[in-house]
């Protein structure tokens, strides 16, 4: 491509240069967890051209940021399951969350990051503070209501004991190896959730 040579030409070219914003670096952080890689601040500085400063004062910190690209993944993660056709007997919520297991075990950021920073990502997801956990929590918890409400699903503990049950058992089971230090079981997860999320039709 032919540099620019005009004093104009030079003007227009930095108008229409790309300006980074803070939703570039969620979108390259994101890009890098899903290959797997480890999510390094300085790397992602200079991947955006932009200085420390900046990119902490853009997502907060490493752990906010970490948050963040992995909430977009739950949630993406989750909708693709509900929007598949329910197969199989048993409740619809609780083959959900057991493939959302599943998934989330296979996938190769997140099987890096229990790997190589079990306690730290234990703790941060679950913490107060990143608001991951609480997130969750308020997305089972409209799922319950909805499936109660659709009679798919009859459980007798309230909708807001019943979301945060279900989120633990989720939890138990995907920090299984940095909790007892056994593999991971999404199967054995799935029949725990199937007695927590009981079916209003278990026959059909």
């Keep these: 491509m032919r540099e620019p040579v005009t004093p104009l ?70 909708e693709r399951g509900l929007a598949r056709p329910a197969t199989g007997p048993g409740s619809r919520l609780a083959a959900v969350l057991a ?10 950021g997140m099987s890096r990051f229990l790997a190589e920073e079990g306690e730290f990502a234990m703790r941060l997801l679950t913490m107060q ?30 909708p807001d004991d019943l979301a945060y049950t279900v989120v633990r058992v989720v939890e138990s089971y995907v920090y299984r190896a940095v909790i007892t230090g056994e593999e991971p079981d999404a199967d054995r997860a799935g029949r725990v959730l199937q007695a927590l999320l009981p079916s209003a039709h278990p026959d059909a």
């Design 9 to 78: 030409e030079r003007q227009l070219a930095g108008a229409y240069a790309e300006r980074r914003t803070a939703l570039d670096a969620f979108v390259a952080a994101r890009r890098a967890f899903q290959s797997g890689q480890r999510l390094d601040m300085q790397a992602l500085a200079g991947e955006l051209g932009v200085n420390r400063a900046t990119l902490y004062r853009w997502v907060g910190s490493r752990e906010l940021l970490l948050c963040e690209v992995i909430w977009s993944l739950t949630r993406r993660t989750i």
């Design 99 to 108: 493939d959302f297991v599943r998934d989330v075990l296979a996938h190769p």
């Design 129 to 158: 503070s990143g608001g991951y956990q609480q997130r969750l929590i308020a997305l089972v918890h409209d799922l319950v209501v909805g499936e109660t409400a659709a009679g798919r699903l009859a459980s007798p503990v309230p």
